[in-house]
């Protein structure tokens, strides 16, 4: 992240810079990239470069490891980055079932903090794609899911009556989404508001 002020002094390019990128000023570094000293020293300005310093996606894995810490469990961090995106793959043993949580709750609150912290870091363009996932549990649930999608999809083809499935988060729901989506016989959608949203497999009319 970066950002160029034209300022009367690098102080007040300092004050500009902590508001803007939220950060502290421990995090952010000044380079004085070009002056212009008016007319006899009367409007004289310069051109400030302040930069990020920080690794937001190291800091994601961070801030994993303090979680693991603070609840004194060991465990391991895998981080995969590509691109503009970001994997974190947490194995701790008999606490993946907290990290995970009911309805996988807790991961999806936990993804959402990691992402938060990762992209403070980053300006708009930047910004990544955080995926948390914990003892393998997403890729498990993923197959899981696109298999009983596959028997659903079966069953709403078979005998043209809609099907409505409950219990779902939007990751979920998209999963099924996705897998029915080139199905040319049904079609899918989601109805409802927050938990009680519900994703409705039906024939195509």
């Not at 999963?175 to 508001?193: A, F, R, V, Y």
Request: charged share 30%.
């Amino acid at each position: 992240m970066k950002k160029v002020y034209e300022v009367k002094s690098i102080d007040e390019a300092k004050k500009l810079a902590i508001s803007d990128f939220n950060l502290p000023e421990s995090d952010i570094t000044f380079e004085v990239i070009k002056e212009n000293k008016g007319f006899l020293g009367i409007g004289s300005k310069i051109e400030v470069e302040a930069s990020c310093v920080v690794d937001g996606i190291d800091e994601g894995k961070k801030y994993l490891q303090m979680l693991l810490d603070y609840n004194e469990v060991e465990g391991f961090i895998e981080k995969k980055v590509r691109d503009n995106s970001v994997e974190y793959n947490v194995d701790a043993g008999d606490f993946n079932g907290y990290l995970i949580g009911k309805n996988a709750r807790n991961l999806i609150a936990l993804q959402l903090l990691v992402s938060t912290i990762v992209n403070k870091y980053y300006s708009e363009d930047e910004k990544k794609a955080v995926n948390v996932d914990v003892g393998g549990y997403k890729k498990s649930r993923e197959r899981s899911l696109e298999h009983m999608a596959v028997d659903w999809g079966k069953q709403v083809a078979r005998t043209k009556n809609p099907m409505t499935i409950t219990d779902l988060n939007a990751y979920e729901r998209k999963i099924i989404h996705n897998k029915l989506s080139s199905w040319k016989d049904i079609q899918t959608h989601s109805e409802g508001e927050g938990s009680s949203r519900v994703l409705i497999i039906e024939p195509k009319k």
